[in-house]
């Protein structure tokens, strides 16, 4: 993908031309996140959802579901809804207030998202997570395994943040930033950011009738952060600052971003027909980021010996079976990195392990069959899997 050397509109042909060859299509995405604000779900005048808004865009997704893309889905919504069926004031909520609007109104949510997804033929999951379920490793890899069944089992996850037990203290604020967590948590290789605005302009385009336009944005760099400003309404507790954070959480884990306007029906078709938007691009790929990240960013734990055909094995691209692990050193715990080494002890990879160190003593050497008896749970077949796994080079 060719790119653009500067993130400041193009202002001749040739320049117009090489912009335009580094925007990303739509079409070459597989896992999609689409984040949805109350803004634009919910109408403020009523507190009502927008339920022929919802309808096109439950359309848009059910479209790529069709085209055999997976699509994640992070929405707003629960407080604004639910402080209108609670009666609340118009003013700030206090934060139990907002509590229990989010437990009234994300029941609303739900149904209105499952309905409009059952409409399109597609079946819809909850998820509700908080900061502590990306930030502590348990937590989030429990998390990305539902994310993953979910998907294989062709289901739309609908993710927001779980107001009802979230404090001030601890809660991401706005779901731009959780949409970017989810973003990499997923190992999605696109998130798109459906907003009241139609993209990055080099100054809030309200406030000044000069600003430009900007199409793409090769890297987030200090100005580009200047250029973000505030939130945009009384639903939303985002901004563009918040999206530009977002966008460097996202690019960071392999995901390309694009912020386009959601203010009419099917936003996302319109992308896809080149609705004008703008596009943040990531330096590599989700599973290139993720790789480099087992390899060079983690403390391993723990030691795996394995046999020679474990080795074999795991050069031609399989996870790690039980079967195959002779011998196993340290205290980890799953989800720590592990250094996995051949019967010479030089070192084959590095990746994290999905039992903790009694478990993976106890079940060293033998079938995947076999992890439920001896463990008493129905544990993973694999001991390393292989998106977890980075093969040391020359190996």
């Not at 005048?45 to 997976?70: I, N, P, Q, T």
């Not at 209105?112 to 998820?127: F, K, M, N």
């Amino acid at each position: 993908m060719n790119r653009p050397a500067s993130p400041l509109p193009a202002s001749d042909a040739a320049s117009d031309a090489a912009t335009a060859a580094a925007v990303p299509q739509l079409s070459s995405f597989r896992r999609i996140v689409v984040k949805v604000g109350s803004a634009l779900l919910v109408d403020s005048a009523r507190g009502a959802l927008r339920h022929a808004w919802l309808a096109a865009l439950a359309e848009d997704v059910a479209s790529l579901h069709r085209e055999g893309k997976e699509v994640l889905v992070v929405s707003s919504g629960a407080i604004a809804l639910g402080r209108n069926i609670l009666k609340l004031p118009r003013r700030p909520l206090k934060l139990e207030e907002s509590q229990a609007a989010a437990a009234v109104g994300q029941i609303a949510l739900a149904r209105a998202w499952s309905e409009a997804l059952a409409h399109e033929g597609v079946t819809a999951g909850q998820i509700l997570i908080t900061l502590g379920d990306t930030e502590e490793r348990r937590r989030y890899l429990n998390a990305r395994s539902t994310l993953a069944k979910l998907l294989d089992l062709k289901v739309v996850p609908v993710i927001n943040e779980n107001d009802t037990v979230a404090t001030s203290e601890i809660r991401y604020g706005d779901n731009d930033r959780l949409a970017a967590r989810v973003a990499g948590m997923a190992s999605a290789d696109l998130l798109v950011l459906l907003s009241d605005i139609d993209g990055l302009y080099t100054a809030p385009p309200n406030d000044d009738p000069n600003a430009q336009f900007l199409p793409v944005v090769p890297r987030i760099t200090a100005e580009i952060e200047a250029m973000a400003g505030g939130a945009g309404t009384e639903l939303s507790r985002g901004g563009m600052k918040t999206k530009i954070e977002a966008g460097k959480i996202a690019t960071t884990a392999g995901a390309h971003m694009v912020i386009a306007s959601g203010k009419g029906k099917n936003p996302i078709r319109a992308i896809a027909e080149g609705a004008r938007c703008t596009w943040f691009l990531a330096p590599t790929n989700p599973v290139a980021s993720r790789k480099r990240w087992i390899a060079g960013s983690l403390e391993p734990r723990g030691v795996l010996h394995l046999d020679a055909g474990a080795v074999a094995a795991l050069r031609r691209g399989s996870s790690l079976l039980p079967a195959g692990v002779k011998r196993v050193e340290g205290e980890f715990q799953r989800g720590d990195a592990v250094v996995l080494r051949g019967p010479d002890g030089a070192e084959v990879g590095r990746g994290l392990v999905a039992y903790d160190h009694d478990y993976a003593e106890r079940i060293r050497g033998r079938s995947s069959d076999e992890i439920a008896t001896i463990t008493g749970f129905e544990g993973r077949a694999a001991m390393v899997h292989r998106d977890d796994l980075v093969i040391a080079t020359g190996g």
